[in-house]
C-alpha cells in the first residue's frame, strides 16, 4: 500500500515569491494535517480536514498561507508571499478518521523549503 | 495550552547500551501518548503508543509505560543496535486514538555507534 505523498521534496524560491506544497493520503484516509517542521523542533500542526471540511485551521497564519482539500482527497498548501522565516519542513499526514482506537496518523516525508 | 518536554540530545551510544529518552507532558485531560522515530531522509513514523494511565506501549523492544502520577513517557530499550539511529519525538493527543492534532516534544537525535 503506498503511503502520503509529497510534493516536491526540495523547494528552494527567493523571498516574496509563491510557493505551493502538494499532498496525496492514503487511500480511504478522510483526515488529512498539514504541519510545520522547523529545524531543531517538532512538527506543529498548521491545519486539520476532515474530508473537505478545514475542522481545526487556528494555527495557520492566514495572511500568508492557504490550504484546500478539493474533493476531499488530495490538499494544497500554498505560501504566498514567502518569508525567510517560512523555510523549514512541510509534513502532510493523513488517518482514516475520527473515533477509534486505531487511528494513527502515517506522514509523508516532507517538502524541504528553503527561502532566500 | 498541551506541551511535552522531551530530553534533549544529542545522545550518543556504543551498540548493547541501554537507552533512555525522557518525557513529560502537561495536559488538560487525559491525552493518549506516543512515541514517533524519524530515521534519515525519511518520513515520522509510529513507534508505539499507550491510551490511558499504565499502559505500556513496546514495539522493536522499545517500551514505554504512561505514568499519570509522574505525567511521564519514558522511552526505554535495554539494547540499542546501529539502525536504531534516529530522531524521536513524544507526542500527546486530546483524543483517543490521535486523530485530532499531535503535539509533539523537540525530539531526541540518537546516535548508536557501533
Not at chain 1, 54 to 62: F, N
Not at chain 1, 80 to 87: K, N, T
Not at chain 1, 96 to 102: A, I, N, Y
Given at each position: 500500500e503506498a503511503g502520503v505523498v509529497q510534493s516536491p521534496r526540495y523547494k528552494i524560491i527567493e523571498k516574496k515569491q509563491p510557493v505551493a506544497f502538494w499532498c496525496n493520503p492514503i487511500s480511504g484516509h478522510n483526515t488529512l494535517y498539514w504541519y510545520l517542521q522547523n529545524l531543531g523542533q517538532g512538527p506543529e500542526l498548521l491545519i486539520r480536514y476532515e474530508n473537505e471540511e478545514?475542522?481545526?485551521?487556528?494555527?495557520?497564519?492566514?495572511d500568508r498561507f492557504s490550504a484546500e482539500r478539493l474533493k476531499g482527497v488530495d490538499s494544497t498548501l500554498k505560501i504566498?508571499?514567502?518569508?525567510?522565516?517560512?523555510?523549514a519542513v512541510y509534513l502532510c499526514a493523513s488517518s482514516?478518521?475520527?473515533?477509534?482506537?486505531?487511528n494513527e496518523q502515517f506522514f509523508g516525508p516532507g517538502t524541504r523549503l528553503t527561502v532566500l | 495550552g498541551d506541551s511535552v518536554t522531551q530530553m534533549e540530545g544529542p545522545v550518543t551510544l556504543s551498540e548493547e547500551a541501554f537507552l533512555t529518552i525522557n518525557c513529560t507532558y502537561t495536559a488538560t485531560g487525559y491525552p493518549s501518548l506516543f512515541w514517533y522515530v524519524q530515521y534519515p531522509g525519511e518520513g515520522l513514523q509510529l513507534l508505539l503508543k499507550a491510551t490511558k494511565a499504565d499502559d505500556k506501549g513496546s514495539n522493536k523492544g522499545f517500551e514505554a509505560t504512561y505514568r499519570k502520577e509522574t505525567t511521564s513517557f519514558h522511552l526505554e530499550k535495554g539494547s540499542v543496535q546501529v539502525s536504531d539511529s534516529a530522531v524521536y519525538f513524544c507526542a500527546l493527543s486530546e483524543s483517543q486514538g490521535g486523530s485530532e492534532k499531535l503535539v509533539f516534544g523537540k525530539g531526541t537525535k540518537l546516535t548508536v555507534n557501533p
Open positions: 478545514a475542522v481545526d485551521d487556528s494555527q495557520l497564519p492566514k504566498q508571499p514567502a518569508e525567510l522565516g517560512d523555510s482514516m478518521g475520527q473515533g477509534g482506537w486505531h | -
